[in-house]
């Protein structure tokens, strides 16, 4: 008997679990439509499973919970600890053991069970690595910077001398003799 | 530039390129003498400088892995990183935040002043406020510090507005948008401040004073600097008469070479310039280079530090402007009722949101650390400026487990926190809160302490050679055609940040460099 070309490659994708795929629509506003067609994104995993992708993009969102933060900033988080997982077959399995850890039906709980599971894994040096990941990527991409306010680099703006730098007006304005001169006028 | 020979023995060898290395290639250079300059980073621009933070950070930044031990809060948080400061073209004058208030006259005299601490080593400095006065005035006029000579203050940012109305209904009298080495108008063939709130990404208009573009050209256009970027100084030589000769360093391939020098001015911050002298130890220097008094690296300071945070409902968009925008003066006193001595200053800050959770935020995670950051637009900051007791064991060595890429040991820092610093800590952060909580913010957290920014005393003045490392122009005791021209000679931190008075000595050691060669004394 023989089997066709794809059902072998995905039979060996499941055995091996390596074609995980994280998908997502973006929000209308997001700053990435333009870029998207359909606005519809998928990211590839190189180590982790679609499942233990999913655990992973629920952990992230317990750690760092923002409503109405668009997961395509979550995923950044996923892809870049799911790549750090790749670079070896012992940093691969400690991360699938430890997403195992925290249960297969962790995205599927409500917030204070995932709450409690990550408390109950803290002190590991898994939950530390992906808190850690998460701080340094998440709000360090165009989806986040939009959705909190911030503006990113100023210089080829012309900074911010005209574009409000002391537009704060629900206090008094400070009197000259505690601050100089505003230079534009 | 001129490629002067490495078996020239008329130049003058300066290592570092920061406030102090950078300041004396230019006093030197036109006082007629041939400076090689080693400089253990990259040649960067205002080009060149990226207005992603963690591009910046991996650009201009110190990342050799030092190793820790101690107390004191980054021992634990940040093992590997006791200290931010750069490793670039520059120094740290890249990506400091121009914040250069002077050292108060008490301050000087920190023993007379605050007395016998129990588990300090305070001391006075061998010179007073007098003595520095005129030094600090040719200072604020070379930074272009405004506020000061002519230089007009900075405007109110949003970030500032917000300490000013919280202080002055606390009664807070002193508070103003400190003295800040930044051009208001265009100066000296720099830039002007276009509020850009990059300051520590580097300034991208030249507005803020660096030696990378205030000092070290001018340098280079009298013909007598040799640049010599991404080299490293592994070894001082000296002769059988114990007066140094050369400077051992590697270059970017990691070649050694040797370059004679007539006298050697080490100014690569108070970690790295004992990490130099102890490297150096020979059969006559047993303890490192210059220190029979056992002092080099000891009596480390950084300054007590830590943020504030106040969460408004009513946004105030505090990345928008200069990072270091304002500050309040008055809790920088002796006054020992609030139960410690020394002082501080609470100096506006802001953070970029990719390092505000890194650096800023205590640590945290899930719905109410996320709420802090929903809160972005709506954050206001300060951080905590404040004197830190220098202790004998609070110290610089070379480390045991860790090595550079040569193979030679990098710096240890051990750093045991003080109760005095503690104490001074816990009323300054009450303090910021309290200024926070007049203007109505919701909540007020407190962050950690980070990584040292400003690095201090550990090759320190005395009129005793048994007591300091230097003496009272930076000359090293046991040698003198060495100097230390950087904040190791500070012989305790005060509350000021640290680079003006830097400039100030290093203005001052020059001209007595100059009549010591005339005299023929070194």
Redesign the interface.
């Known amino acids: 008997m023989t089997h066709s070309n794809n059902d072998a490659v995905n039979r060996r994708a499941f055995i091996h679990g390596a074609t995980g795929v994280l998908t997502g629509v973006l929000g209308a506003l997001s700053p990435l439509s333009a870029f998207v067609p359909g606005r519809a994104w998928a990211v590839s995993m190189d180590a982790l499973s679609t499942q233990d992708a999913e655990t992973l993009m629920s952990m992230i969102r317990?750690?760092?919970?923002?409503d109405g933060l668009d997961p395509a900033a979550y995923a950044y988080v996923a892809k870049a600890i799911d790549k750090e997982a790749a670079a070896s077959s012992d940093a691969k399995t400690r991360l699938a053991d430890g997403l195992r850890s925290i249960g297969a039906d962790f995205s599927i709980r409500d917030?204070a069970t995932r709450?409690q599971r990550?408390r109950a894994v803290e002190q590991t040096a898994f939950f530390q690595g992906v808190?850690f990941k998460?701080?340094?990527v998440l709000?360090?991409n165009p989806v986040?910077?939009a959705h909190?306010?911030?503006?990113?680099?100023?210089?080829s703006k012309?900074?911010?001398?005209q574009?409000?730098?002391?537009?704060?007006h629900?206090?008094?304005?400070?009197p000259a003799?505690?601050?100089?001169?505003?230079?534009v006028g | 530039m001129p490629s002067f020979s490495l078996d020239d023995d008329s130049v003058v060898v300066i290592v570092g390129s920061g406030a102090g290395g950078g300041t004396m290639a230019r006093e030197l250079t036109r006082r007629g003498l041939k400076v090689v300059l080693l400089e253990a980073g990259r040649r960067e621009s205002t080009e060149t400088f990226s207005q992603h933070p963690g591009t910046a950070f991996g650009q201009l930044t110190w990342l050799e892995p030092r190793s820790q031990s101690g107390t004191w809060g980054p021992a634990m948080t940040q093992p590997s990183l006791p200290a931010w400061h750069c490793r670039t073209v520059g120094g740290t004058t890249v990506h400091w935040t121009a914040c250069s208030p002077r050292l108060q006259a008490y301050e000087l005299r920190a023993r007379s002043t605050y007395g016998a601490v129990p588990g300090a080593s305070l001391a006075d400095w061998p010179i007073d406020y007098a003595e520095l006065e005129h030094w600090y005035d040719a200072a604020e006029k070379r930074l272009n510090v405004s506020g000061t000579h002519g230089n007009p203050a900075m405007p109110a940012n949003n970030n500032f507005k917000v300490m000013y109305a919280g202080a002055k209904k606390l009664g807070y009298k002193q508070v103003h948008t400190s003295r800040l080495a930044i051009n208001s108008r265009p100066k000296d063939g720099r830039g002007m401040c276009i509020q850009q709130g990059f300051c520590v990404q580097g300034c991208k208009t030249g507005a803020k004073w660096s030696t990378l573009y205030a000092e070290i050209p001018q340098a280079e256009a009298t013909g007598r600097l040799d640049l010599r970027a991404s080299c490293i100084a592994t070894r001082i030589e000296h002769g059988a008469d114990g007066r140094v000769n050369a400077v051992i360093y590697r270059d970017e391939s990691g070649a050694e070479h040797r370059q004679k020098a007539r006298f050697v001015c080490v100014a690569g911050n108070a970690i790295e310039t004992p990490r130099l002298l102890l490297m150096s130890e020979s059969a006559r220097f047993a303890k490192g280079l210059a220190n029979g008094s056992d002092q080099v690296g000891r009596n480390y300071t950084h300054h007590m530090t830590g943020f504030i945070w106040g969460v408004f409902d009513k946004p105030v968009h505090s990345w928008r402007g200069i990072t270091q925008s304002g500050v309040i003066d008055d809790e920088n006193i002796n006054d020992p009722k609030r139960g410690f001595v020394g002082g501080y200053h609470l100096e506006v800050v802001t953070l970029d949101l990719p390092t505000l959770p890194l650096v800023g935020l205590p640590y945290g995670w899930g719905r109410e650390y996320a709420s802090v950051i929903d809160n972005y637009r709506n954050l206001a900051g300060m951080l905590v400026n404040g004197e830190d007791m220098p202790r004998s064991d609070n110290r610089i060595t070379l480390s045991k487990t860790v090595k550079d890429g040569f193979g030679n040991p990098t710096a240890h820092v051990n750093c045991d926190e003080h109760t005095n610093d503690i104490a001074l800590r816990a009323h300054a952060q009450a303090q910021g809160k309290k200024v926070y909580e007049a203007v109505g913010a919701k909540q007020v957290l407190f962050g950690p302490t980070p990584p040292a920014t400003h690095q201090m005393g550990t090759a320190r003045m005395s009129h005793d050679p048994a007591e300091g490392v230097t003496n009272a122009h930076g000359q090293a005791h046991e040698v003198p055609n060495l100097f230390m021209s950087d904040g190791s000679v500070f012989t305790t931190p005060g509350a000021a940040n640290p680079t003006l008075t830097i400039v100030a000595l290093v203005l001052r050691q020059a001209d007595y460099i100059e009549r010591q060669l005339k005299a023929r004394a070194i």
Not at chain 1, 62 to 66: L, R, S, V
Not at chain 1, 148 to 155: M, N, P, Q, S, V
Not at chain 1, 170 to 174: A, D, G
Not at chain 1, 177 to 183: K, L
């Open positions: 317990t750690i760092a919970p923002h917030e709450v990550l808190r998460t701080l340094l709000y360090d986040s910077w909190f306010g911030y503006e990113g680099e100023a210089f012309g900074g911010y001398l574009r409000g730098f002391n537009d704060l629900w206090l008094p304005e400070v003799s505690a601050a100089g001169p505003n230079p």
